[in-house]
């Protein structure tokens, strides 16, 4: 069940307008900041890559750009419209696909990915279903395999430019105000997680964080 406190499951109107609304409160700035963070994830010719809770497809059709034919991404989304978007989205890349799936119960995947991704879907979940999905990215990743969680960074919402806070605090949900305080650091050690990085983006706004299997 999703948590009451949550946004992160979005419904099949929104689906389609997602990328729009993204590109609107990011004043046209969101698909530049993934590119910059997926160039920083150091992706190599023919690595797989599994995308947990992958939306419009957006973000996979530019992680496949640095795969090559012989590289996979496999994007899981619990969303049918997402999904219904994101294929089409990225029909030119056979070896893109996506499944249906919960990413907060246990995944079947075992040690076959070099690299985990999730983008703006973490702050979603509550503390147990946020370890979960971090256990889940920890089973799916081969031995020295890179978690990249990107999403909101640690900052003080007081000291955010009004409009930006009116818009934070009424546009986000009460577990994303929360996840600004989270020592995410802390449960991604919890988990089994080394080697952590944190990469940042619009003055600490947004973070790229990397933990290393
Ligand atoms: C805020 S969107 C982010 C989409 C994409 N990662 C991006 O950065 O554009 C959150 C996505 O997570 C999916 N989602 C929410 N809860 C989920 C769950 N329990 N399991 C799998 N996907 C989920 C939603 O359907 C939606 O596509």
Not at 56 to 69: A, I, M, S, Y
Not at 136 to 145: D, I, R
Not at 187 to 208: I, P, S, T, Y
Request: aromatic share 12%; proline share 4%.
């Amino acid at each position: 069940m999703p948590s009451a406190r949550s946004k992160v499951e979005i419904g099949p109107v929104e689906a389609h307008y997602y990328d729009l609304l993204l590109n609107l409160l990011s004043l046209g700035q969101y698909s530049h900041l993934v590119k910059s963070a997926v160039a920083r994830m150091g992706i190599k010719p023919g690595q797989s890559i599994l995308d947990l809770g992958s939306g419009t497809g957006r973000n996979d059709c530019l992680l496949v750009k640095e795969l090559g034919p012989e590289g996979k991404v496999l994007g899981i989304d619990i969303s049918k419209e997402m999904l219904s978007l994101s294929r089409k989205r990225c029909q030119a890349y056979p070896y893109v696909s996506f499944r249906e799936g919960r990413i907060d119960v246990p995944l079947a995947y075992q040690e076959e990915f070099d690299k985990v991704f999730i983008s703006f879907v973490l702050h979603g979940f509550e503390d147990p279903q946020k370890r979960k999905i971090i256990s889940n990215a920890y089973q799916a990743l081969k031995h020295k395999g890179v978690f990249y969680i990107f999403d909101y960074g640690e900052f003080d919402l007081e000291r955010l430019w009004f409009p930006l806070r009116w818009a934070f605090v009424h546009g986000e949900c009460q577990l994303a105000l929360e996840f600004l305080r989270l020592d995410l650091k802390e449960m991604l050690w919890g988990q089994g997680f080394a080697g952590l990085e944190e990469e940042f983006f619009l003055k600490g706004h947004l973070r790229l964080l990397k933990a290393i299997k």
